[in-house]
């Protein structure tokens, strides 16, 4: 855990001396983790005879017996051989036991390969599960090799279309490159029921309403086809888009998945209507019941899943600690998702945007914008708009927290463009609005906040805790506005809402914002109690850096009374003033500062101007010499 928090602050000598940014480490890894690669990296950069000779070397030295058997396969690229075939499809099966799904999906092209010609039906099946398997392990190079096979072996149209959405699930969430493969499956399948369902259960980063409709039909097809894994997926698609919508009874319709008992791990843990259930209970903040289902989900992919399967649950269970004030568990789960994606080489816009949650509660603040930097970018590059909005709201949250209010607002503005085509009727899936108004009030922006706060949907409730987080932007916005006994009268109410879910976090940070209103109009006994309250909260859950912002205010209102009465001998040094400049003094760095105080550095920077101006110093030594001067 230090070695990770040492890169991730640039601190570190980084993974294989490659340097402490994750970006490198990311590329490194999928060079250089397995020592087997390196045999490999040999092997690909020889001639024709002498990578075949090396293969068959291989497979003499090599120990493990899957492996022997691909550099079997791999001596004989161009001969066809049955009992090599049968040994290689042996191997594959074992490695797709084993959850080695790269390997798995590798070895069943070689052993559709390697099958005879005179056996087409079954080399068409091997390469049908070679591109399934390619696609449960994220390699799109592996499944379009082996879907081309497929397409060049006279399949059914239901084969060529199973094929080629191989190659869309391939990409994950990246499907910038394969929007065309959609409309080609459309033209293959006609009028097949079967292909038909399987295409539009697959219909997940287009419009919602058109995705929704696409489910809906995927359904009845599947069911009257009699095909109740294709049935599941398809009504956990529609589950999925009458949440997002709010159209339907997505709970009933995700009821009716979970009711087919088709196995998790059959189309791939991430698409099961099981871990669809757990993440529609993180959104409610039924975290017990997200917590159970993700345990047992934990249990079937450590066992027959993929490590992008281990990394997702690792990420929700990262998540269900966050909302349950648990930091400390908060941080290992996330650490070990994204140790896994770096090691997999799989995208770091998931791992980076849950680790950067994690870091913002438990960790640092200064981690956590790092963490949300690295993870907007990777999702940038690789088109996946989902997790590029969510590292968005991360850094707006951070810098909001940290007091870099222009920042804040900037990131806000910039996920709000993004989201506004696509803005979902259910907040609780997206929950970046209320952190994004109270970063619009700070800045005084209250039009703009008081339109944001008219996008929160009638229907939602009011007393969830989605409602609670909307309540307390709205409470800061009527104090910005002059109602601030109405303000204070709306926080207590949506504290309790969070009490009463089980979210200590949020309380105190309900807390927080009731103390900073009180404390704004001089009520500091009122605003004493409602920053204890925060802190007694966040010292419970080991939240640090919230910890530390909240023990600031408290500071500041016991120092009052003595700054007051030094201020003719600090020069006429206002409280914020007298305050940075003993923070200054202490050696704290101008950002340092901004973080305790709850301000801008920009904010910084003009206050010391006027500090040097008032006490007749120019450097941090003369301010020291003058405050001792003063104060002696």
């Known amino acids: 855990m230090a070695d990770r928090a040492a890169w991730a602050c640039g601190t570190g000598p980084g993974l294989l001396g490659y340097g402490s940014d994750p970006w490198c480490r990311w590329r490194t890894c999928r060079r250089y983790w397995v020592p087997r690669a390196l045999a490999d990296g040999v092997v690909g950069s020889a001639g024709q005879q002498e990578r075949t000779d090396a293969h068959r070397s291989l497979a003499y030295a090599e120990a493990d017996p899957v492996h022997a058997v691909r550099h079997r396969a791999l001596s004989r690229p161009e001969a066809t051989d049955q009992c090599l075939a049968e040994d290689t499809a042996e191997a594959a099966g074992r490695a797709r036991a084993d959850g080695e799904r790269a390997l798995s999906a590798e070895l069943f092209v070689l052993a559709a390969e390697l099958t005879p ?166 959104f409610d903040d039924r975290l017990a019941e997200a917590r159970s289902r993700l345990t047992v989900l934990l249990a079937v992919a450590e066992q027959h899943g993929q490590e992008e399967d281990l990394v997702d649950i690792w990420r929700s269970l990262a ?143 009011q007393n969830s805790a989605t409602g609670a987080g909307w309540t307390r932007a709205r409470a800061l916005l009527l104090d910005r506005a002059g109602e601030t006994d109405r303000a204070v009268e709306l926080l207590p109410a949506a ?52 910890l530390a912002t909240v023990q600031e205010h408290l500071d500041r209102l016991d120092g009052q009374g003595r700054s007051r009465s030094r201020e003719e001998g600090r020069a006429g040094l206002t409280d914020s003033e007298a305050r940075l400049a003993d923070l200054v003094s202490r050696g704290a760095t101008n950002q340092q500062a901004a973080q305790q105080m709850y301000i801008s550095v920009k904010t910084v920077e003009s206050m010391l101007s006027r500090i040097y101006r008032k006490l007749r110093s120019r450097s941090r030594t003369q301010l020291l010499a003058a405050l001792l001067a003063h104060t002696g």
């Open 495 to 546: 504290a309790e809402v969070f009490r009463r879910d089980g979210l200590p976090l949020e309380e105190a940070r309900t807390h927080l914002a009731r103390g900073r209103i009180q404390r704004a109009h001089r009520r500091q006994a009122a605003a004493r109690t409602a920053f204890q309250d925060a802190r007694d909260l966040y010292l419970l859950a080991r939240a640090q850096p919230m």
């Open 117 to 282: 010609v005179n056996r087409p039906a079954l080399r068409l099946s091997r390469f049908l599960t070679a591109a399934r398997e390619a696609a449960a392990a994220g390699d799109s190079n592996l499944a379009r090799r082996a879907a081309n096979a497929v397409a060049a072996s006279r399949p059914t149209p239901a084969e060529h279309v199973a094929a080629l959405l191989a190659v869309v699930d391939s990409h994950s969430q990246a499907l910038a490159g394969v929007a065309g493969l959609f409309e080609r499956c459309r033209r293959l399948a006609s009028s097949d029921p079967q292909s038909l369902a399987a295409i539009r259960a697959n219909v997940s980063n287009s419009d919602p309403h058109e995705a929704l409709g696409a489910a809906r039909k995927a359904a009845e097809l599947a069911r009257s086809a009699g095909r109740p894994a294709l049935e599941a997926a398809s009504l956990t698609m529609r589950a999925r888009m009458e949440r997002v919508l709010n159209e339907g009874d997505s709970r009933a319709t995700l009821d009716r998945a979970l009711a087919l008992d088709v196995a998790a791990e059959a189309d791939g843990i991430a698409n099961s209507p099981q871990y669809l259930a757990a993440r529609h209970a993180i």
């Open 319 to 461: 998540e269900v600690e966050v909302r349950s004030g648990a930091c400390a568990k908060a941080l290992a789960w996330a650490g070990k998702a994204l140790d896994a994606s770096v090691a997999a080489g799989l995208s770091l816009g998931p791992a980076c945007y849950t680790t950067a949650l994690a870091q913002s509660t438990g960790g640092s603040f200064a981690a956590a914008l790092r963490y949300a930097a690295y993870g907007e970018r990777a999702a940038r590059e690789e088109g996946d708009v989902l997790h590029r909005n969510r590292n968005l709201w991360m850094a707006g949250a951070v810098r909001l927290h940290t007091g870099d209010i222009n920042g804040a607002v900037t990131a806000f503005a910039l996920l709000d463009r993004t989201e506004d085509s696509r803005r979902p009727a259910d907040p609780s899936v997206f929950r970046w609005q209320p952190d994004a108004i109270e970063a619009l009030v700070a800045a005084g922006e209250l039009t703009s906040a008081q339109n944001m706060i008219l996008t929160f949907p009638a229907t939602a409730r």
